[in-house]
């Protein structure tokens, strides 16, 4: 069973993945009307939002975009930072949407930034706890389960406070991009919503997974207690 939970969770996980590649590739050779990079849209935004304490970067990782609200720095791909296609303008967009978050003090996005540090603590034992428990036998039975659900719960909360951050940062990215004209046409309005339709599936699939994950070890915990 849990081979299974496993093999199914990762296919979610990879086949969430391709689909934002596919979907950033094929809007990737549509060139954004106004002809600016991402870094440019990112830094038009910024300042069209009064926001002046946030600097750009520039990363190497592909996309590994994101915002940092502890050092207020937004962190574009290359091929973001660069590319003057719809979904470089689109993601660099959403980054920036996140930094609008965090100066309007946006509560689901406080709540994110409280939970990074017990998730992951959650996140390695989840992690390690099956090792320690088969090789080194520390830990076994009803307490590791019990724990094991624990923490994915915690792990299953951090990604459901993480989708209305997701989702409202790609609201505001698509209507402050139109305001300020960098989507002027309906069918470039919908390339930048397809993207950051695809990029947000990876978010869904990661709470689908975590959930997943919960009722297993929650069924296997009542299932226990009930031979005991």
């Not at 962190?75 to 296609?85: K, M, Q």
């Not at 099956?130 to 090789?135: A, E, F, K, T």
Request: aromatic share 10%; glycine share 8%.
């Amino acid at each position: 069973m849990i081979i299974l939970l496993f093999v199914l969770t990762l296919a979610i996980g990879l086949g969430s993945s391709a689909f934002v590649r596919s979907r950033f590739a094929h809007y990737d050779s549509v060139p954004g009307p106004t002809g600016y990079s991402g870094a440019e849209v990112a830094s038009q935004i910024l300042q069209s939002q009064g926001i002046r304490d946030v600097t750009i970067e520039e990363s190497q990782s592909f996309l590994g975009d994101h915002y940092d609200p502890t050092q207020k720095k937004l962190v574009l791909s290359s091929a973001v930072y660069r590319g003057t296609s719809l979904s470089a303008i689109g993601v660099a967009a959403h980054e920036c949407g996140h930094a609008v978050q965090d100066q309007r003090d946006y509560a689901p996005l406080r709540w994110r930034i409280a939970s990074v540090g017990i998730t992951n603590f959650a996140s390695q034992a989840v992690t390690w706890l099956p090792i320690l428990g088969v090789m080194g036998n520390v830990i076994s039975g009803g307490t590791a389960i019990a724990i094991m659900a624990v923490c994915w719960g915690i792990i299953l909360c951090f990604n459901l406070i993480t989708l209305p951050v997701e989702f409202d940062a790609s609201s505001r990215a698509k209507v402050i991009l139109t305001q300020l004209g960098h989507t002027p046409r309906a069918q470039d309005q919908e390339g930048v919503s397809k993207v950051l339709s695809a990029a947000a599936l990876t978010y869904v699939g990661a709470a689908v997974s975590s959930l997943l994950y919960v009722l297993y070890y929650l069924l296997q915990f009542f299932n226990s207690r009930d031979r005991d």
